[in-house]
T-cell receptor, first 111, second 115 residues
Framework: KNEVEQSPQNLTAQEGEFITINCSYSVGISALHWLQQHPGGGIVSLFMLSSGKKKHGRLIATINIQEKHSSLHITASHPRDSAVYICAGTLRWTSGSRLTFGEGTQLTVNP | GAGVSQSPRYKVAKRGQDVALRCDPISGHVSLFWYQQALGQGPEFLTYFQNEAQLDKSGLPSDRFFAERPEGSVSTLKIQRTQQEDSAVYLC?????????????FGQGTRLTVV
């Protein structure tokens, strides 16, 4: 069992739809990250949160510490949102607070 | 530049060849990480530096992998006698580190293909 698990693995949506990607983790973390990766490899940090909820534009991230679960929501999805979304946790008790990653969710938004 | 810079962006190596991948972190970032991402997978930890000290190399898959950061800034990941299973995207990330911030900033990655 991976330390961080995401669902779904692949997601196809129509433009304008509300999208949810889920993440659960089984290890001690000090923060939860949502990352976006476009073809070509580069990773952009969307959110880093340790409790509650954060919002940036059409993106919302929530975390439930007790249930060890986080969700990323995209409202009014657009084709430019198509990318891989990766959930990652900052591991406690590790040198440097390194990240452990989920396998990613490939999101495709069709016009 | 303002971000993390990696070079080359793409590298094709013949099996058995040695390669060197470079990471130029954000100025002032103490922590530097290398991750390996196989196709269709999430990144996996390779090694971690705090300034010039390599504090964790537990993720390096074999002794063919070597990383250094001699002056606490630029880092190089070297892979000797490359094999096909080394084909992956190699990501570098840097952060200020605790207690300031553990938010990581990633480079564009180097895509290594071993043929």
């Amino acid at each position: 069992k991976n330390e961080v698990e995401q669902s779904p693995q692949n997601l196809t949506a129509q433009e304008g739809e509300f999208i949810t990607i889920n993440c659960s983790y089984s290890v001690g973390i000090s923060a939860l990250h949502w990352l976006q990766q476009h073809p070509g490899g580069g990773i952009v940090s969307l959110f880093m949160l340790s409790s509650g909820k954060k919002k940036h534009g059409r993106l919302i991230a929530t975390i439930n510490i007790q249930e060890k679960h986080s969700s990323l929501h995209i409202t009014a999805s657009h084709p430019r949102d198509s990318a891989v979304y990766i959930c990652a946790g900052t591991l406690r008790w590790t040198s440097g607070s390194r990240l452990t990653f989920g396998e990613g969710t490939q999101l495709t938004v069709n016009p | 530049g303002a971000g993390v810079s990696q070079s080359p962006r793409y590298k094709v190596a013949k099996r058995g060849q040695d390669v060197a991948l470079r990471c130029d972190p954000i100025s002032g970032h103490v922590s530097l990480f290398w991750y390996q991402q196989a196709l269709g997978q999430g990144p996996e930890f390779l090694t971690y530096f705090q300034n010039e000290a390599q504090l964790d190399k537990s993720g390096l898959p074999s002794d063919r992998f070597f990383a250094e950061r001699p002056e606490g800034s630029v880092s190089t990941l070297k892979i000797q006698r490359t094999q096909q299973e080394d084909s992956a995207v190699y990501l570098c990330a840097s952060s200020f580190g605790q207690p300031q911030s553990t938010e990581a900033f990633f480079g564009q990655g180097t895509r290594l293909t071993v043929v």
